[in-house]
């Protein structure tokens, strides 16, 4: 069997290499084409990687701009001259949503060849933009991905969220979601007497970007500074980050700032030394899980989360945090509870380790195969 992944984002790479070595263990060739051009650094990649074949993508500064769309609309083009005629599956993860268009065109060329689209984001509904994205040209950026779907033979998303928009357009029969992955490592969750009882600390990770509620941020750490000593830890950068700082500048907090942390060890240091991850987004933001709280689960780190979706349902269903969707919060009479880590974790060993990816990706398979599309 030949299988073709297509991408444009060096952010989802590792989903990519699941699926390449999903793929390669069943038997199958594998080939994958990506864009040249790494979207959080603005610059091109020079590196070379087996089975990869890198299309030249136009290159753009700022991420909401007429380039960045010039760009991804003629990469969608170039890259599927590149594929080949001649293959058995054919699996595209978008955005962007010119993809879709073209694996369309693709798929009625080729209408032997089975099409899956793996929608990890969903633009223009991801983006905080509020009612303009209700409106033209959104409306139209939307529309490329909306009115294609219909030719994929299945369509997997990253949440199950998702699949309430696109039902609209794909029957929900032929929808899975596919969450996020990562290896299971052995961890050591702090134990009762390992974290602090004199004080609360809460930890925010990853950019501090205009998705990001700075103001549901303050707060959360304002109620809490009220019943606690509390410490904030944050890892990451960004360009809302000094904005975020002056906020909390009147709190009586204690801030630890540890910049940039790429090395894993340090990081999950910081992390188990937490009693709470912070997950929170801007309502107007549509997304039902993130890569945060992956990092968050994977190490065992209880959240506190105001994202809607798969997310809220596993703190509420599993006990892994607090959902907090009201203007005002009280954690006078709240206790924290220790076992909650070693909930965190069974989650993450249950929905996003390799094993249950791969388990996920057996049955979206065997349903394909049923319809006698293709066989592993």
């Avoid at 040249?36 to 020079?46: A, I, N, P, T, V």
């Avoid at 750490?221 to 944050?234: A, E, G, M, Q, R």
């Avoid at 220790?338 to 996920?360: D, H, I, N, P």
């Amino acid at each position: 069997m030949k299988v073709t992944i297509v991408n444009c984002f060096d952010t989802y790479e590792h989903r990519v290499e699941l699926l390449k070595a999903y793929f390669e263990k069943r038997g199958a060739v594998v080939s994958v084409l990506a864009s040249d051009y790494r979207h959080f650094q603005k610059e091109y990649r020079s590196d070379c990687k087996k089975d990869y074949n890198f299309i030249h993508a136009r290159s753009y500064k700022k991420n909401l701009s007429y380039s960045r769309l010039r760009s991804h609309w003629e990469l969608s083009k170039d890259i599927f001259r590149e594929v080949d005629e001649i293959i058995d599956l054919l699996w595209v993860l978008v955005p962007p949503n010119s993809f879709v268009k073209q694996a369309a065109k693709y798929k009625k060329a080729n209408p032997a060849v089975t099409l899956i689209f793996d929608i990890i984001d969903m633009w223009p509904e991801t983006m905080p933009m509020g009612a303009l994205k209700q409106f033209f040209p959104f409306t139209l950026w939307g529309d490329l991905r909306n009115h294609n779907l219909s030719a994929a033979d299945f369509v997997v998303t990253e949440c199950d969220l998702y699949q309430k928009k696109l039902s609209k357009f794909v029957d929900t029969t032929k929808m899975k979601t596919l969450y996020l992955a990562r290896e299971n490592k052995h961890l050591l969750i702090p134990v009762e007497g390992e974290l602090s009882s004199e004080h609360i600390s809460i930890c925010y990770l990853g950019s501090i970007n205009n998705i990001i509620d700075l103001s549901a941020i303050r707060v959360i750490l304002d109620s809490f500074s009220k019943v606690f000593p509390t410490k904030f830890h944050i890892i990451g950068d960004g360009e809302k980050k000094e904005e975020l700082l002056s906020m909390l500048g009147e709190l009586p907090i204690e801030i630890i700032d540890h910049g940039k942390v790429f090395e894993a060890q340090r990081k999950n240091s910081i992390l188990q030394s937490c009693h709470f991850g912070l997950n929170i987004m801007k309502k107007s933001v549509f997304v039902g899980l993130t890569m945060k709280s992956m990092d968050y689960f994977e190490a065992g780190l209880p959240i506190i989360n105001t994202i809607q979706g798969d997310t809220a349902r596993f703190v509420s269903e599993f006990g892994i945090g607090l959902n907090v969707f009201d203007e005002e919060v009280d954690f006078s009479s709240y206790t924290y509870d220790l076992q909650m880590r070693a909930k965190v974790r069974q989650l993450f060993e249950s929905y996003f380790t390799v094993e249950a990816f791969e388990s996920c990706l057996d049955q979206i398979m065997i349903g394909i195969e049923r319809d006698e599309k293709i066989k592993l």
